[in-house]
């Protein structure tokens, strides 16, 4: 069946095209922010390049398409790199509950994140890791390997910034001997939630120091310099309740893929959340969640959202999506295949890449168009690309071409 997807009124690439070039006088940003900006704003228009359709025989022209960025920032790429990561996680599920768990580094580390961004979301990643490593070998909770996944997001809903990573996590795990090993807790959650919160504060912080008393992090303007001041600082910071958060288990692996689509490949801002650009403002949906979820609007000044959402463009080559453990690229193929012995299911027929995409585009496109509408002819639609940087009609030397 065909997904009908209706195109949204107004864009990213809109707020970037009407307030961009004043945000460009107004803020000083890393060239990766200016990069990734101007991408979104040529995503799918002929500044990027496209093909055409034309009939081989008549030589009439079908439809001019146009490329997209394939920024991963972008709000109009990735559905199809989204799907095709799914299929692949699905393939790897274990027919065990699997936990949701979200871990939170307290907002006072925010302004640390605007100058090591690389590092405070790394570490991020390894804290909560290694916390969930710590209560996984702990004969009280499982006393085996555990595996995950992890997606880091920045963002809350008004687009401020918000570093958490959602960590999707089997109900189980492979002792040193390869057998399945199921946790003592039989129903709820695998380990205790504040238990949790305590031990990834102490590791976050822990390296976090080390790597400040080591004057390996730029310094945000009015961070504390003496020792003192250090110390009071860290003291204020293991006093606070550190957020770990933790959903009750999915139901079936089924629910995780369908979860898993929900936040793989996400962006700060969908289009679908924008309601109106004018002259001066953005106005956006977002979910107030100190009113459980409630809808409301929000007005933002054009630059100020542009701000915001630089906020949320990662480092060059940094790595939102990771495994670890028995998930992990190094271990994943022979330890599932081992799970899946102790557990007693067959592994899954696995597909590659390039069959997975043709299944995909035949799912979602199954009517692109095979029969000219000027000559009727069946099977002459042919392709020929144009070069970046033609017009709105494409390049009139592709278009000398195709009337030869």
Known sequence: MNRVIKRPD?????????????????HKMPARHWQTLWALRDCRTAVL???????GECRSIQRISYNSCRNRHCPKCGGLERELWIQAREEELLPVPYQHIVFTIPQELNIWCCYNDAFCYDLLFKAAWRTLRTFAADPCYLGAQLGATMVLHTWGQNLSLHPHVHCIVPAGGLTPKQVWKKPRRKA??????????????????????????????????????????????RRQRYDQAWLVYAKAPFRTPKTVVEYLGRYTHKVAISNQRITHISDQHVRFRYKDYRQNGKQ?????????????????ILPQGFRRMRHYGILSNARKTEALAAARENLGVDSPEKSTKAQRKAQLLEQYFPDLPKTCNSCGCIDSIRQLRFAPGGTARAPPLVIGELGK
């Open 188 to 233: 709820g959650f695998l380990f205790p939630v504040k238990a949790m919160s305590e031990v990834f504060k102490a590791i976050y912080l822990k390296d976090f120091m080390r790597a400040w008393n080591g004057n390996k992090l730029k310094i945000p303007p009015d961070a504390p310099l003496t020792k003192a001041e250090k110390n009071a600082w």
């Open 296 to 312: 409301k609007i929000m007005q933002l000044n054009g630059t100020e959202f542009l701000r915001r959402f630089c906020l949320h």
């Open 10 to 26: 107004w864009e990213v690439a809109q707020v970037v095209q009407r307030f961009g070039s004043t945000f460009a006088t107004q």
């Open 49 to 55: 390049g496209g093909h055409i359709e034309y009939c």
